[in-house]
């Protein structure tokens, strides 16, 4: 919509009433100009020119006139440029088409796939956060260990009266246990800027 008003705004700006023609039929061209281009420009992650996209479609239609499609010589001369180019020119549309992560790289479906050659940058960050969490758990006193172990990393999350249970220590025991630990957890934090 935004488009197509920046079209008829052009279109006002270039109109001109002593050649006789009407602003209906002068702005509709000037608006589907505009809703063409804004298109264009969002139809891809990468932007190219206009000139470019236009010798890409005349040589998709030149070769998808059928068996009898041009050598490469003719359809560079019928388009108006060089061999090379030409050359560059398919090679664009072949990049143009878009391709899913999740598509095999051949014909078999078990084969590789891009997604599968892409490496996971947060796993690293993960795997370092859980060696700092290891490092620091492992100079804790023996108490505080045990605690945080069986309060958050066993089967489940366990109460403060199981672990009191458990452990045979008081349940204020292991609360204050548990909260020194944590304490201590929280001040051996890096900073956000580390």
């Excluded at 935004?2 to 002593?18: E, K, M």
């Amino acid at each position: 919509m935004q488009a197509g008003n920046l079209g008829l705004i052009r279109a006002a700006q270039r109109y001109d009433p002593s050649r006789g023609h009407r602003f209906a039929s002068y702005a509709c061209w000037w608006i589907n100009q505009a809703i063409q281009r804004h298109r264009h420009d969002l139809s891809s992650l990468i932007r190219l020119p206009e000139s470019l996209l236009e010798l890409v479609a005349r040589a998709r239609s030149a070769l998808a006139r059928g068996p009898a499609a041009p050598v490469r010589d003719s359809l560079a001369r019928e388009l108006g440029t060089s061999p090379q180019r030409l050359i560059q020119i398919l090679a664009l549309q072949r990049c143009l088409q878009p391709l899913s992560l999740d598509q095999p790289l051949s014909g078999d479906p078990a084969a590789l796939r891009p997604i599968d050659l892409l490496e996971d940058q947060r796993r690293n960050q993960i795997d370092e956060t859980y060696q700092w969490l290891h490092d620091q758990l492992l100079q804790l006193a023996a108490g505080e260990q045990q605690v945080l172990e069986l309060r958050y990393l066993a089967e489940g999350p366990a109460s403060i009266a199981r672990i009191a249970a458990r452990t045979g220590r008081s349940r204020s025991q292991v609360s204050r246990w548990e909260q020194r630990a944590l304490r201590r957890l929280r001040q051996r934090l890096p900073s956000p800027s580390d």
